[in-house]
């Protein structure tokens, strides 16, 4: 296939689990032509139809800043808008009903630099113009850490910056949301800011971001509990929501990217459960949400095993907590109409 490794993954077939359950998937990215990002350089509409219409009954997405399409000129901090003008131009595509009932892209999530403090009203003011009906708030890349094999974004405690936390109280004044990418260390830094910010929705991203390959390879009994104890300090803040996914990036080194037949979602699920489980618990349903984050998870599973995986390790919860895990918890925090 030119864009994937779709022949890899189709050696992994199984039939749709529970494909009525209404589900809507929290956080996957489009871009094309992307530098690194072998094997999915091209992740757009029909890349995602091909997926969130193989067998789950997906209601709606959302769209995660990733750096795509930003404006090739004028000032620096406005070119991140490229990206929510041409994510708009999909999502329209998707409402117009040619390629189904599912809605891709109801809300999106843009960028803009915190660290501009109150100077990044005018870009949040731009990013709400390129998409008056779905722009929702921002995702800010705060990812810092020692190991040299992850790509750092930021420095070292930028959340506790005044600067940044100046931005972040614009963003709130103004009703909107926060995701945020990190390494598992910065989880308690992320607690005490939203001690700072109490009324900002803030999202964590992917189980909290952990990493068991390079400098952390085999220390899982060093990682893990610093890694509960981020969790543990995260949910104990009300306006912090977690997102339950990411764990088919190789850096969280289950080396599923790698096998010569793809996992199967039994094993998947087993794999999987000890993360999102503690999550659930120190959240609750009503603040957590299964994620895709297609494409870069798809390096190792297919979109159908994976929430497979899902509706299994979830089978314990009750149907109220299931919709929420599910859907209801991610329509109301991006403010997505059923």
């Known amino acids: 296939m030119p864009y994937g490794y779709n022949d890899w993954l189709a050696l992994t077939q199984e039939p749709t689990l529970e494909p009525d359950l209404p589900i809507c998937d929290p956080h996957h990215h489009f871009w094309d032509l992307r530098p690194g990002s072998v094997p999915y350089q091209r992740y757009l509409l029909h890349e995602l139809n091909a997926d969130i219409y193989s067998g789950h009954n997906i209601r709606s997405t959302v769209f995660l800043e990733a750096r795509s399409m930003y404006r090739a000129g004028g000032p620096e901090e406005l070119r991140p808008v490229g990206e929510v003008e041409f994510v708009q131009g999909l999502a329209a595509a998707s409402a117009s009903g040619v390629y189904g009932e599912s809605r891709a892209a109801a809300a999106i999530m843009g960028h803009a630099d915190l660290k501009l403090g109150a100077d990044v009203t005018p870009v949040l003011e731009a990013l709400q113009a390129a998409s008056p009906n779905r722009f929702r708030g921002i995702r800010h890349n705060i990812t810092w850490n020692t190991d040299p094999t992850w790509d750092n974004r ?18 709130s004044q103004m009703g909107l949301s926060l995701d945020i990418m990190q390494s598992f260390p910065q989880l308690a830094e992320i607690a005490e800011f939203a001690k ?17 390959v390079g400098i952390y390879a085999g220390k899982d009994d060093e990682i893990i509990p610093v890694w509960k104890e981020g969790i543990t300090a995260a949910a104990a803040c009300h306006n912090v929501t977690m997102k339950l996914g990411g764990l088919g990036m190789p850096r969280f080194g289950f080396g599923w990217h790698a096998r010569e037949i793809p996992i199967g979602s039994e094993e998947l699920a087993e794999s999987m459960a000890p993360w999102m489980r503690h999550c659930i618990e120190q959240f609750g349903p009503d603040r957590c949400m299964f994620e895709s984050n297609f ?22 919860y009750s149907a109220a907590e299931r ?16």
């Open 154 to 171: 930021e420095t070292e405690g930028i959340v506790n910056d005044a600067k940044f936390i100046e931005g972040a109280k614009v963003l």
């Open 196 to 212: 700072a910010v109490p009324d900002l929705p803030i999202i964590v991203n992917h189980v909290g971001g952990v990493s068991r």
């Open 295 to 316: 494409p870069p998870d798809k390096v190792s599973f297919s979109y159908n095993v994976m929430y497979n995986a899902f509706k299994r390790l979830s089978k314990e």
């Open 323 to 338: 919709a929420a895990l599910f859907h209801d918890t991610a329509v109301r925090v991006y403010g997505i109409e059923p």
